[in-house]
């Protein structure tokens, strides 16, 4: 039934944007807070009616759906060769507690567009499509995040499958009432020869576009990101009798490790960003000085050569900070996730599309993390954003023109179609 395009007609094809924002939405509705925001975090009731709508959406749009083991919603489109790898699209629908309404659900509701526009106009593609809403992106409840892309690539712990959420209930408990099923995990796993590559669109969820007026962002890499855990331990003493000179002022040593976790980034130094984002002092009262600070801190950048030369910066730093103020510091790594670069191919690739749509692009990281970063272990990974209005995300301000929405979906539209054209026959 259907044929190759020819290179003119495959660069006039458009998604239906109407339709795709007319379903965004539809998905907002579902798990929609009073003060405009979205709480559809994962395993709960309002996932599964979004998850029921995305599904019946992929099944609208010709798509043969499924949920895999790790409760995956996966809807595939045959390509000229069923044998062939596929070309995998997608994102995730669940949100944060009061989020907002396209983090995740944009990038999976425009990729269903991208299948029905290829159906509208009688393609087909070399390769089969994966379309893919991943399960629980944002680790709800204390889980942990990317929970269905990890499982996709085989990178689950076992402490992940015995694990228990905050509310107490077990995880294969909670991937059982999303369809999923522990026991069989194993099923949900692709092999790298599955997949040719992997596309996914998002909104940038930081300031960068908005402020150079450009509408796509190419992104080169997703941040590679560090934390530590910084003790300060100095003496609780009397606010009133304890000449300063005397004073071991934990909350005093703790400012100047601020200030120096903020030179690592600012105004230059080896990280892009460091951040000192929670912290704790005892006893915390106005008559006390203070005895004991605790702080996290989170360090992001595209270079994890330069992550470690920050951390080591750091640990000397503290060092000396604990001598000048008289207290003991001390700073333990907690977890860190690997830089993911982009596929220099699919970097081209995006940057063709949107010229093709008279569309200006900027070459970018990604400073948050997404499915992409984890799918990275079995297969080349591209990502496209658009503007997020002041930067802002996660939040019910989440905003991003409907112009933008479009314009993103018609260059991963254009992606799938000049990947397919330059990678087709290779296989
Ligand atoms: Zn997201």
């Known amino acids: 039934m259907r044929n190759r395009v020819t290179t003119r007609s495959a660069r006039a094809m458009r998604v239906a944007g109407d339709r795709l924002l007319a379903n965004i939405r539809s998905l907002g509705k579902i798990g929609a807070t009073p003060d405009g925001g979205v709480s559809r975090l994962a395993f709960t009731s309002e996932d599964a009616r979004g998850r029921e709508l995305v599904r019946d959406l992929m099944i609208e749009a010709g798509l043969q759906t499924c949920v895999d083991s790790a409760a995956n919603i996966i809807g595939h489109r045959p390509g000229e060769r069923q044998d062939s790898p596929a070309l995998m699209l997608g994102s995730h629908i669940d949100t944060v507690p009061n989020g907002g309404a396209l983090d995740g659900a944009y990038g999976v509701l425009a990729a269903i567009e991208v299948a029905r526009a290829l159906n509208d106009h009688d393609t087909l593609l070399s390769h089969p499509l994966a379309i893919v809403a991943f399960n629980n992106e944002e680790g709800a409840f204390g889980t942990r995040g990317m929970w269905g892309a990890h499982a996709m690539v085989g990178a689950l712990d076992e402490s992940d499958l015995t694990a228990v959420d ?45 402020s150079r007026s450009v509408q796509i962002g190419v992104v080169e890499a997703i941040t590679g990101r560090s934390t530590l855990d910084i003790t300060v331990r100095g003496k609780a003493s009397h606010a009133g009798t304890t000449p300063m000179e005397l004073r071991q002022d934990a909350l005093v040593a703790a400012a100047q490790v601020i200030l120096a976790v903020r030179d690592l980034a600012y105004p230059n130094g080896p990280v892009r960003v460091a951040t000192v984002g929670s912290l704790s002092l005892a006893p915390n009262a106005w008559n006390v000085v203070p005895g004991v600070v605790t702080m996290q801190v989170d360090l992001r950048d595209v270079s994890d050569v330069a992550i470690r030369q920050a951390t080591s910066r750091l640990r000397s730093e503290v060092l000396e900070i604990a001598m000048r103020t008289a207290t003991a510091i001390e700073a333990e790594n907690q977890y860190s996730v690997p830089a993911v670069s982009c596929d220099l191919g699919l970097r081209d690739v995006i940057a063709e599309a949107s010229e093709s749509l008279d569309l200006g692009h900027l070459t970018l990281p990604s400073g948050a993390g997404h499915d992409a970063q984890v799918i990275a272990r079995i297969a080349p990974v591209g990502m496209i954003f658009v503007p997020s209005k002041g930067g802002i995300s996660h939040t019910p301000e989440e905003y991003s023109a409907e112009d933008d929405l479009i314009a993103g979906a018609n260059v991963l539209l254009q992606s799938v179609l000049a990947y397919d054209e330059r990678y087709g026959r290779t296989f």
């Open 166 to 210: 905050d509310r107490g209930r077990p995880v294969a408990e909670l991937l059982f009432d999303m369809g999923g099923d522990a026991g069989h995990l194993d099923r949900a796993v692709w092999s790298a020869d599955r997949v040719a590559a992997y596309l996914e669109l998002h909104i940038e969820q930081g300031p960068v576009l908005e």
